[in-house]
């Protein structure tokens, strides 16, 4: 369904600029881009008032966990979209561990399936990597809605892992494409894991899971990339040790990412979170967050996800070392980092470049990350204004919490809107939740890689 739309008045975040003006959307492209405005409406063609708010590209998530096919009780593609949607966010690429691991054609087409029926924004899928399928991760290539391959060096949630040297030249050696890599050494992790099973205390979960866990993985994962001149995305990157080392050493076939968490918590938040903040690889250190957002800024860091990760209350409260790893984050990813321009951390330009733009460009998908005549009229309409509180009611992801309760937040998203449809809408002042405008299955599509 390709819309027409009319948005006026609005402060555009362009690539090169900063401007205020009227955007066009005309059968789900956007078709003129006009600083200083003029534009008027036409028949048939919605119009929105953008006056006081900023027009951004749609966000752009290329690391989730919709948990669906599987574990559809924490979440499933109707309820991570919807949330998606709720926080700006326009597309998304969603991982292999779900029940049973998407490692094959037939797994991966019935994910695409259900996203056709339930999926209220773009999306694409990652196939995992095992020790024994590269025929199936050579079966997937050039197919419609595949992203990439998804390789868990280290035990993380879930079942897939791939450590043993040999399994990971072959995939290397024989595969085309991108591989996205969870980079945590297996064999460091379990030698240490050992060691620190006496302990209660969350603390220990940064302590165990070391940065030198990832630093092993990610210059192993690097040196096979250039071993076999194979494109590599080094997932959720955790340590100042690992974002120096690539910032010498990433060359033009590795790109990266950090999440909003570790951009935001540190020891601090861990401590007084608990198993709210307990994620893989971990949280760290005050020193570290610090590394992370100036190698974010210097262009070492490609782009900026969420991972995602529902769990219930229920299974948290458990405490640790029992309660399962993640978090959800697709709601508030956006106002989290527009709070951190509007507080002096970065720009509202430079939000878009790593939240739109990054990973358009890391995953090469067509048409999107910017507000470009021609591209796809994914849209977002942010509030900078007005500071709203949010709390775990607030949410749409089916577990119902987040780890951002109590926070204020600017920012947030007044409408969002996939090829010229909106899919979530809030009035200004209004409930937090906002609301859903599209019917499931009805405004997303597989996205398309070049």
Request: contains cysteine; proline residues 4%.
């Amino acid at each position: 369904m390709n819309g027409r739309l009319l948005v006026q008045n609005a402060t555009m975040i362009l690539p090169n600029r900063i401007v205020e003006g009227d955007l066009r959307v005309s059968d789900g492209l956007i078709k003129t881009i006009a600083p200083f405005g003029g534009l008027q409406p036409e028949i048939g063609e919605e119009v929105i008032d953008g006056t006081g708010l900023y027009l951004l590209p749609g966000v752009i998530d290329p690391h989730v966990h919709f948990r669906d096919p599987g574990n559809t009780e924490k979440e499933d593609l109707e309820s991570g979209s919807r949330a998606a949607s709720a926080g700006g966010i326009t597309s998304f690429l969603d991982m292999p561990n779900t029940s049973p691991n998407a490692i094959n054609r037939s797994l991966i087409a019935d994910k695409i399936a259900a996203a056709a029926k339930k999926s209220v924004t773009h999306h694409g899928f990652f196939i995992g990597a095992t020790n024994s399928n590269v025929s199936d991760l050579q079966s997937v290539e050039g197919m419609d809605g595949v992203c990439g391959i998804k390789i868990f060096m280290g035990s993380s949630t879930g079942d897939l892992l791939v450590h043993e040297q040999k399994h990971l030249e072959n995939i290397f050696a024989n595969t085309r494409g991108i591989i996205a890599t969870h980079a945590e050494d297996e064999e460091r992790l379990r030698s240490r894991i050992t060691k620190f099973e006496h302990r209660k205390d969350i603390a220990a979960h940064a302590e165990c899971r070391d940065a030198e866990c990832a630093l092993i993985a990610t210059k192993r994962a690097s040196a096979l990339a250039k071993d076999y001149d194979h494109r590599l995305h080094i997932v959720h990157l955790t340590s100042r040790q690992e974002a120096d080392w690539l910032a010498s050493n990433k060359g033009d076939l590795i790109t990266t990412e950090v999440c909003t968490q570790h951009l935001t918590f540190d020891q601090n938040d861990v401590e007084k979170l608990g198993t709210r903040a307990l994620m893989n690889p971990p949280i760290r250190y005050t020193e570290d967050k610090d590394k992370l957002w100036q190698r974010l800024k210097d262009g070492t860091i490609d782009c900026i996800v969420t991972d995602h990760a529902p769990h219930t209350l229920e299974a948290k409260s458990v405490g640790f070392p029992g309660a399962p790893a993640g978090m959800p984050g697709v709601e508030t990813s956006l106002p989290l980092m527009l709070t951190h321009a509007m507080e002096g951390k970065c720009s509202v330009s430079d939000v878009v470049k790593w939240m739109c733009k990054g990973p358009a460009e890391v995953y090469r998908i067509k048409n999107k990350g910017s507000l470009v005549e021609g591209f796809d009229g994914d849209l977002t309409l942010v509030d900078l204004e007005n500071n709203r509180i949010i709390q775990d009611s607030d949410t749409w992801t089916k577990v119902g919490w987040t780890p951002y309760a109590g926070m204020e937040f600017t920012g947030w998203p007044i409408y969002t809107i996939i090829d010229g449809n909106i899919v979530h809408k809030r009035e200004i002042g209004g409930q937090l939740r906002g609301i859903p405008v599209a019917l499931p299955g009805s405004t997303g599509r597989l996205l398309e890689f070049n």
